[in-house]
């Protein structure tokens, strides 16, 4: 989901939706058996970096570069909120490792939150969250300083 405040959205002369900003998404690790855990009963994390979403068909899509340990540059698609339509999207445990973990309290406002292929009722408490997260400022680009 867009950070309020950190995102802008357009529309191009075509009547095609844009959007940019500082963007979270909410993930789960590949292969959780790899980082120690044999059932999925690991922390939801979330990472915040710079995306930009276009509209396709009705949807909008894009990708998420991450840089991460070991790895190199990771593109993770996205579709709508959190990064899967409002749902947990599953990367690599290179990914998963630099994300920070969910409260608690969030991961159950996030699953009573009521959205279905967006943000629901726990967004503005998950956007405080977000803008509290570290991210690299250099997703912003070269001139660009980043937001507190």
């Not at 990472?47 to 340990?69: I, N």
């Not at 999207?89 to 292929?117: F, Q, S």
Request: proline share 7%.
């Amino acid at each position: 989901m867009f950070l309020r405040g950190l995102a802008k959205g357009w529309v191009d002369r075509h009547g095609s939706q844009h959007s940019q900003g500082a963007f979270l998404i909410l993930m789960s690790p590949a292969n959780p058996e790899v980082m120690g855990s044999p059932t999925r009963c690991l922390p939801y994390r979330g990472l915040v970096r710079s995306v930009h979403l276009s509209q396709l068909g009705h949807f909008m899509v894009g990708s998420m570069s991450v840089r991460a340990q070991g790895r190199g540059l990771h593109r993770i698609p996205l579709s709508g909120a959190y990064g899967a339509d409002g749902l947990i999207r599953e990367v690599p445990n290179e990914v998963y490792a630099i994300g920070t973990d969910l409260p608690e309290d969030l991961w159950k406002k996030w699953n009573e939150g009521g959205g279905h292929n967006n943000a629901g009722s726990e967004a503005p408490d998950m956007d405080v969250w977000a803008k509290g997260l570290e991210w690299p400022s250099s997703t912003y680009g070269p001139g660009r300083k980043r937001r507190t």
